[in-house]
């Protein structure tokens, strides 16, 4: 079955996604891995230091990518990036208590777990797109109100029609003046 045009293209939106989630996943197992060398004996530890800076950047940058990209399927973890901020360096990191390291290790697999559902859910979403079932995906960037879907007005449009509405209300009332109780107020302006 030939997709339409429109179908074709969000399939190739959700195969960008797949392919963000992708990188993003190998690039942090390539932390970890890095993270896991730097107590071996023998090891080049500035290489690895200047390679653990490199990588924590690139997890940085493909991160807020990521989760502007992925919208509403981005399902990683707050903590993902925390552990990224707090590993300021590899020597930091080791001269930790190993309990502390032992915590480091627990919350990568734990953020490693979550990549790979939202990896498994956006490859899903984009199988069943190809498979012709019609999907909807939010924007690039999750601003579904600016595609024409969604929100309604802002807060502050909001406010300023309620005080227009009550300035109208005033004012209906003293020019039409039921029951007279408006002469108090008239009298003053003129009216």
């Known amino acids: 079955m030939a997709l339409s045009k429109k179908q074709q293209k969000i399939v190739d939106q959700l195969s960008r996604r797949v392919e963000l989630c992708r990188e993003f996943m190998n690039d942090w197992m390539l932390f970890n891995q890095i993270l896991t060398r730097y ?4 090891i ?7 390679q653990f800076l490199k990588i924590k950047s690139k997890l940085a940058r493909t991160h807020k990518v990521l989760k502007e990209t992925l919208a509403n399927d981005y399902e990683l973890d707050n903590n993902t990036m925390n552990i990224v901020s707090g590993a300021t360096s590899l020597e930091a990191i080791y001269s930790q208590s190993e309990v502390a390291v032992k915590k480091l290790q627990t919350e ?5 777990i979550a990549i790979n559902e939202t990896l498994g859910a956006v490859d899903d979403k984009r199988a ?3 498979a012709g079932e019609k ?6 960037g999750g601003d579904v109100a600016a595609a024409g879907g969604g929100e309604g007005m802002s807060k502050n449009t909001k406010t300023i029609l309620i005080l ?3 300035l109208l209300l005033i004012v209906g009332f003293i020019l039409i003046n039921p029951g007279g109780l408006a002469n ?4 003053p302006l003129g009216l």
């Open 39 to 42: 107590p071996e004996p023998g």
């Open 44 to 50: 080049n530890k500035a290489e690895l230091e200047t």
């Open 108 to 112: 990568w697999h734990r953020a490693f």
């Open 128 to 130: 069943r797109a190809e």
């Open 135 to 140: 999907i909807f995906i939010a924007p690039t």
């Open 164 to 166: 227009f509405g009550i």
């Open 184 to 187: 108090a107020w008239r009298a």
